[in-house]
């Protein structure tokens, strides 16, 4: 049973692998919308090509910092990491 919830879990975290590195963002440009966050645009891998999913804002969440996604090198692969929501006092600024 636990080995099955490991597995749940890494198949939402990791959404696509792929073994050529991404391209370098985009640049977007963006406006301050007072309770909102910049979710910064990416590219994802679909049908062996990389494919440009653009930014969006969503409402901010009261004592939650938004963590950007990122692309990940795991040995000889690229891994997408989704963007995630954590709580203000688990974060540490050093």
Do not use: K, N
């Amino acid at each position: 049973m636990r080995r099955a919830l490991i597995l749940v879990v890494l198949a939402s975290c990791y959404r696509d692998a792929a073994v050529a590195p991404p391209p370098a963002p985009r640049a977007e440009a963006t406006i301050e919308r007072p309770g909102f966050v910049w979710v910064r645009g990416h590219y994802l891998r679909e049908h062996e090509r990389y494919r440009w999913h653009p930014g969006y804002y969503v409402r901010e969440r009261p004592d939650y910092v938004y963590v950007e996604g990122r692309w990940e090198r795991h040995d000889a692969r690229y891994v997408w990491v989704d963007g995630r929501w954590r709580r203000r006092a688990d974060i540490t600024i050093r």
